[in-house]
């Protein structure tokens, strides 16, 4: 009797992996911070040099916690509207770790759904 012993189901080589690099740290903060105008928003450095900004009205806050938002494990930035009587609002948080530019493009989608009343 003889044994057919077939190759591995999985083989491959680093070609057809097609190894990327990405984007990787926390990047710079101010590719966020830059998209707000001190007309629409109010910017607040607090005593632990966490950064708030809030929009006139109040619905919106962005919060960069650079060492960390106290009470959670590792929250670097918490994005929040609030909702109305009729639709809830949502919020949306990212790690310390994560680029910035995933932040601001995130940041963005959000400021262009604005529209002033």
Known sequence: MTV????????????ALRLRSWQLGPGQPAAVLDQFSDTDFKLVVDDRADVHINSRDGRFHL?????GRPGTDGEGWKLAVTGTAEVPGYQVSFDTETPAQIVAAAVAAVLTTSQPR
């Open 4 to 15: 057919d012993i077939a190759p591995p189901a999985f083989s491959t080589t680093v070609e």
């Open 63 to 67: 919060g960069w916690f650079p060492g």
